[in-house]
């Protein structure tokens, strides 16, 4: 099938058209045209993003997006591209930013539709879109955890088989991504932080085999799979208020050991709890090389496990991922295609949980 994808949740526009083929078990994914413009830059005086300007840039940059994706798909921008549905993330998201995306999705699919052939509309999951990121890079054998980590969200997840998702456990108050980008503008680095904090880090890992400070690690013996990161933010924020002239190398090192250290304890702890074959990590957290290389590292203790991490360019905000999770969906239920369905945009929406019995 051939499938639109627009993702507009936050603050990269993107849509790509993907040809997929084959089973859930076995998908042939292949990304036709693939476009993405980040707004990174723009909201970087705010220090995080600011939705109104997230949704003036969305609406600005969709249509350009799309000739582009049509064009590297060899297909001219008035054409439909023969697609068979359009995918669009519905939540979790910045509200305002999302209903750009559904309203650019859903004014495509009609104009399309009027030269002949329905093209309907299906609604994705964001979250979901990340932990079906890793299918670019081979099949998932179930069952599965999932630690999802990005800006705006920290879980682990228990997936049983494709479209039965337990939660185990999630933050408290900060996500990860957003304590990296919280430390990052009290070190003074440009937006997003995780990149800059992680490149410091390992710059310091390689000057110097230990850390120098050592920053707490909230909920870590709290016996249940939660996460708390602002008490880390805050511990972070004491220690440059009684150190004026601290080493930003040093402090962004042991911000970085103290909150994977957390996501690779409850993540051993989740293993060590259900029966897993696939760990997949996905968000954009999942990009950070520590927390790569502890993972792996984890993994060892469990034999037969298999990890799946996206790669570099698909663990940050993207549509490939929805277009792919889009997949999963239709697979799972073939009359979603044929119902009309009226889609909301839901900040908050979480995983959809189909059992609470593992
Ligand atoms: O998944 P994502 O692109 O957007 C959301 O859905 O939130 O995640 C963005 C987050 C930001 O907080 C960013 O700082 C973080 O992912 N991030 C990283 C790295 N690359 C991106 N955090 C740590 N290390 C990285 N290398
Ligand atoms: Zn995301």
């Known amino acids: 099938m051939r499938i639109l994808a627009i993702e507009t949740s936050c603050d990269e526009t993107a849509i790509a058209l993907l040809e997929i083929e084959g089973s859930l078990q076995e998908p042939e994914i292949k990304v036709l045209g693939n476009s993405l413009l980040s707004q990174a830059k723009l909201h970087e005086e705010y220090g995080g993003v600011y939705p109104d300007l997230a949704k003036r840039e969305h609406k600005k940059n969709l249509p350009i997006l799309l000739e582009k994706t049509l064009e590297e798909a060899g297909y ?43 093209v309907p509309v299906v609604p994705v999951n964001h979250m979901l879109g990340h932990v079906y990121s890793v299918l670019l890079k081979g099949k ?28 185990l456990g999630e933050t408290r108050d900060d996500a990860v991504g957003e304590a990296f980008d919280k430390v990052a503008r009290m070190l ?39 996460f708390s990161f602002s008490g880390l933010k805050t511990a972070v924020l004491y220690y440059l208020k009684a150190n004026k002239d601290a080493d930003r190398q040093t402090v962004a090192r042991a911000f970085e050991d103290a909150a994977v250290g957390v996501l690779i304890e409850k993540t051993h702890q989740a293993l060590d709890e259900h029966e897993t074959k696939s760990l997949i990590i996905a968000g954009g957290v999942s990009a950070n090389k520590h927390l790569q290389t502890e993972s792996y590292k984890l993994a060892e203790s469990f034999p037969g496990l298999s990890i799946h991490i996206p790669s570099q360019e698909l663990s940050t905000d993207n549509a490939v991922m929805i277009g792919v999770s889009a997949f999963v969906n239709v697979n799972l239920d073939k009359t979603i295609l044929d119902k009309s369905i009226d889609i909301e945009a839901t900040g908050n929406l979480g995983i959809p949980q189909t059992s609470s019995d593992v």
């Open 76 to 118: 001219p921008s008035t054409s439909s591209g023969q697609v068979d549905f359009i995918a669009v993330t519905s939540g979790p998201g910045l509200e305002p930013a999302l209903w750009t995306g559904i309203t650019f999705a859903e004014d495509l699919g009609k104009k399309w539709s009027a030269s002949g052939r329905k």
């Open 140 to 167: 998932l054998e179930f069952p599965a955890l999932a630690l999802l980590v990005s800006g705006g969200h920290t879980e682990l997840v228990y997936i049983k088989d494709f479209g039965q998702y337990q939660v």
């Open 188 to 226: 003074g680095l440009p937006y997003p932080g995780g990149p800059e904090i992680s490149r410091l880090a390992e710059k310091d890992r390689e000057e110097s085999a230990e850390s120098k400070i050592d920053f707490p690690r909230p909920m870590i013996h709290s016996g249940d799979l939660n």
